[in-house]
């Protein structure tokens, strides 16, 4: 870690000895009405798009122009398996295995199909236990199979909450809970990192405390995925889901990921929801064959996928190939440690980070509590051309994107905000 300096020399500097700045040019930034760029803080919400991700969709659809229904097997890259062109280069970004790995459906869809097979309530073993400040839609998804199964949505959920007056999670203090109620609690599923507070969690710990009380472990991890070093296989996860429209930059509402543990790879006999596309593929097309279930995180689909969407996640996935994960998260801890010092310069009676200070706690992004602001500080700050992202009661999420924005970037976002805050 370098020793961080004030001043736009030492931001300059940083850019210039930084051997991924050029990835910047392969991103289309947003810019004002006067034509500059804007200083984009939200790639945890929707990742920038790559300029070679045009060519990447158009070569589908000029296969599907040219080529009809025979694109399926004689396009440039044929459509019967493209989902495979995904599954090594995501394997790597998770740090999982190749069989662990499926793209497939959306996030709180694939999330729902997990449940179906890993959540097994039994009288006695029930509940589901989940973060206090999950992400609402997990929250919504996890009462909504409480329901199917009909138990009651309330007393079916266990939350593990932060400390009075705190926002951190503290590990001890879910020890403590599956101490007193392990042996009723059939699944834990967290966000790996959280969307609110940006805390990454220990999910290989959490794994094992979840399995020594016999409880089933899945993570969603729509903000670590292509944030930080998930190491899921190593995790020993059951399962894990995230999408790609957030850190992985593959377009609006784009596919979502999911991992299943190579343990669980070869069990038939799970119980799951299945369609033609989690049969045998080699027998898929006579149509007529009594089901046989197809091994690994690929069994798990049920369709023929939208092609379109995953040449944009393949488009993504060639640049994050090209950088390497590691490299990508080595600058992303300097990049955010740059933010935070900066920040901290501005006063701890003014700002309040949330976010875990220990940067193997957190991916990059920072969340930030300006004291007494409200509302308008967000508007202030998007007037300034700070794309942020603010969330009640007094929460702006700024995550330097280590692929697209610069030390630059960072500095000219504290000053504005600085000038903002001496109105
Ligand atoms: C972004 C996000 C979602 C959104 O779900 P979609 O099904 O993609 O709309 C859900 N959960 C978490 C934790 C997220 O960060």
Redesign the pocket.
Known sequence: MPTYKLGLDFALELDKNDDLASYKNQFHIPKDKDGNDLIYMTGNSLGLQPKITKSYVNQELEDWANLGVEGHTEAKNPWLPYHEFLTESMAHIVGAKPIEVIVMN????NLHFMMVSFYKPTKTRYKILIESAA?P??KYAVESQLRHHGYDDKEGVVLWKPRKDEELLIHEDLEEILEQQGDEIALIMI?GVN?YTGQFFDLKRITKLGHKHGCVVGF?C??GAGNVQLNLHDSGADFAVW?TY?YLNSGPGSL?GCFVHERHAHQKDLNRFTGWWSHNKHTRFNMRDEFDQLPGAEGWQLSNPPILSMAAIRASLDIFNDVGIEKLVGKSKILTGYFEFLLKELGEDVIRIITPKNEDERGCQLSIQVINADKSLHNKLTEAGIISDWREPDVIRCAPIPLYNSFVDIYNLVERLKAILNG
């Not at 959306?106 to 869809?109: F, G, K, N």
């Open positions: 959306t996030l709180t869809a992400f839609s997990d966000g969307y969603d729509a903000h999408c957030k979502a």
